[in-house]
Nanobody, 119 residues
Framework: QLQLVESGGSLVQPGGSLRLSCVAS????????ISWYRQAPGKERERVAC????????EYADFVKDRFTISRDNAIATAYLEMRTLRPEDTAVYYC????????????WGQGTQVTVSS
């Protein structure tokens, strides 16, 4: 069964940090590119960051540059999103996705993990 399972979301204070994980199963993880998206209540879903299948190219949305880091470990079929200096506007459900090329439309979605930034 093809699956992407996100975890690591929680309530955190402004300025805090979190690391999200995305564990893949049921397909050849290292063959696919990974993106993280997020969706805040009442807003459109937006792409946050992308990483190549070989872990050598990354791209970030302007609103997270220098604060978030995307990475992956193909040996354990897991992707990560390290988030620092979190802001209330980062509050959203975060999703892990796969695609055939960097930052291309997603082929598969996880169920999402909730990140809430609030004091």
């Amino acid at each position: 069964q093809l699956q992407l399972v996100e975890s690591g979301g929680s309530l955190v204070q402004p300025g805090g940090s979190l690391r999200l994980s995305c564990v893949a199963s049921g397909f050849t993880f290292h063959a696919y590119y990974i993106s993280w998206y997020r969706q805040a209540p009442g807003k459109e879903r937006e792409r946050v960051a992308c990483i190549s299948n070989r872990n050598d190219i990354t791209e970030y949305a302007d609103f997270v540059k220098d604060r978030f880091t995307i990475s992956r470990d193909n040996a354990i079929a897991t992707a990560y999103l390290e988030m620092r200096t979190l802001r209330p506007e980062d509050t959203a459900v975060y999703y892990c996705t796969t695609s055939d090329a960097l930052c291309e439309p997603a082929l598969r979605w996880g169920q999402g993990t909730q990140v809430t930034v609030s004091s």
